[in-house]
């Protein structure tokens, strides 16, 4: 069973970072896409950025391009979300997904983590 366990997440001011971790355990991943994903109160789930596990091809939102990176560390079935220069329109609880690179649907999801940027 795949559980994918989410930390970093927190209250910072507009213009600062924080780091997002996903750790992911059940299974090899070769294979698989990674991502993440956020949703604000009242508002839709929302695609943010994800990356292949083989090969570490990466995809982001136009919303977040240039501001955060996605990667992954194979040898600690770890991946990241770097984000930098948060917005406050950036809050929202962020979940890591997995799913198969040849299907659309992710599988697994994580249990979030709350990101809160103040203006």
């Known amino acids: 069973q795949v559980q994918l366990v989410e930390s970093g997440g927190g209250l910072v001011q507009a213009g600062d970072s924080l780091r997002l971790s996903c750790v992911a355990s059940?299974?090899?991943?070769?294979?698989?896409?990674m991502g993440w994903f956020r949703q604000a109160p009242g508002k839709e789930r929302e695609f943010v950025a994800a990356?292949?596990?083989?090969?570490?091809?990466?995809f982001y939102a136009d919303s977040v391009k240039g501001r955060f990176t996605i990667s992954r560390d194979n040898a600690k079935n770890m991946v990241y979300l770097q984000m930098n220069s948060l917005k406050p329109e950036d809050t929202a609880v962020y979940y890591c997904?997995?799913?198969?690179?040849?299907?659309?649907?992710?599988?697994?999801w994580g249990q979030g983590t709350q990101v809160t940027v103040s203006s």
């Open positions: 059940g299974r090899t991943f070769h294979g698989y896409v």
């Open positions: 997904a997995v799913r198969v690179a040849t299907r659309s649907e992710y599988d697994w």
């Open positions: 990356i292949f596990w083989t090969g570490g091809n990466t």
